[in-house]
């Protein structure tokens, strides 16, 4: 019998003060423990973890169904380790709105006296953040991204973004372990409880849109542009929801030039031109399945919840061995860290009723 669903309504504002210094304590303490017994890389296989990662949002002390979690949580965190960065050989960059955009100056920052290269960490921080905002179009904009390393050079992403229509929100996990490509499939975790129509070039299934999407952005605009304006006269298949504005020839010959000028050897090449946004790769996925029949894929990549199911299997079905697991894992965890008696009990019973 179905109990009941839970969803993850957007939240604004911030946790009080009193609240987040002690979110902060008990992240660094945790995090400590888990650093000195199984190193830096576990701690990143936990946050890239959902199961986990909510979890451990929940033992900081904030609501599991609020979208909050995941800024509070980064934000927590971040803070916490400050000044024991180098100690514990993990490092945080990024976070919510503005400070996200500060994330590549904070890697170099980190990475200035460490034998790593920080120009591929960078790299990678964009493309995560380009792959989810243009290349996996779910009607979420990205505004948080936050990006975690350790001194070996293994990295860790969690992003979330808000659908300002429905104002829910869609968190995005990513990690360097068993990471082959940008473009397919790349991600470890999306969680989500609402879906809708998605435009999914980095599924497997988009091989050959991508494929072509690259060959088109290598032609002549001129040459590009004569077929934009067919298609401005067509009737358009619903699920590509390509509007007038999107299509306008002005911004789109320009775009073209440049990819045309560069002359990208593969879609990743062509995702990290500066200027190839949503629009550009929507009209090029058309293109692709009007001319040559290279049809995109529409399939939502999400596979998790927030709340990680119901025992009705609803909205996704659990899984009760990671669940299960997580909670342990965090509860001997808790035990291991240097907290006063009072902060220790308070944390098993938020992880309790969790």
């Known amino acids: 019998m179905k109990t009941g669903s839970a969803q993850l309504p957007l939240h604004y504002g911030k946790a009080p003060s009193w609240l987040f210094k002690r979110m902060e304590k008990l992240a660094r303490e945790i995090t400590t423990a888990i650093v000195d017994e199984w190193g830096a890389e576990e701690m990143l296989r936990k946050l890239s973890d959902p199961f986990w990662f909510q979890a451990f949002g929940c033992v900081l002390g904030f609501d599991w169904h609020s979208s909050g979690l995941t800024t509070t949580v980064c934000g927590a965190l971040k803070e916490g380790i400050r000044g024991l960065e180098k100690e514990l050989g993990l490092f945080i960059a990024g976070g919510k709105g503005g400070t996200s955009r500060k994330t590549p100056l904070q890697i170099e920052q980190y990475c200035d006296g460490l034998s790593l290269n920080a120009c591929t960490l960078v790299y990678t921080s964009k493309m995560c953040a380009k792959v989810d905002n243009t290349a996996l179009q779910d009607g979420y904009q990205l505004y ?67 494929e072509t999407s690259t060959l088109l952005s290598k032609e002549k ?41 560069l002359q990208p ?20 996925s058309l293109l692709s399945e009007l001319l040559y029949g290279a049809k995109p894929s529409f399939r939502d990549p999400a596979r998790f919840s927030f709340s990680h199911g119901g025992k009705d299997g609803h909205p996704y079905p659990v899984d009760k061995t990671t669940y299960d697991f997580s909670i342990e894992f965090l509860r001997k965890y808790i035990n291991k860290a240097k907290l006063e008696n009072q902060e220790k009990k308070e944390a098993f019973k938020r992880l309790s009723r969790f």
């Open 144 to 210: 948080h991204h936050t990006f975690f390393f350790t001194k070996k050079g293994s990295w860790a992403v969690v992003q979330q973004g808000m659908n300002t229509e429905n104002h829910y929100a869609r968190r995005y996990h990513w990690k360097s372990e068993g990471f082959e490509s940008f473009v397919c499939e790349p991600h470890h975790a999306i969680c989500c409880d609402r879906t809708g129509d998605t435009l999914n070039l980095v599924a497997h299934e988009s091989e050959q849109c991508r």
């Open 265 to 284: 050897h593969n879609f990743e090449a062509l995702l990290s031109i500066k200027g190839v946004g949503p629009k550009t790769i929507r009209a090029l």
């Open 221 to 261: 605009p001129d040459k590009l542009i004569s077929e934009v304006k067919k298609v401005e006269e067509l009737v358009l298949p619903k699920r590509h929801d390509i509007r007038p504005l999107d299509l306008d020839t002005s911004r789109f010959k320009k775009i073209i030039a440049k990819t045309y000028e």
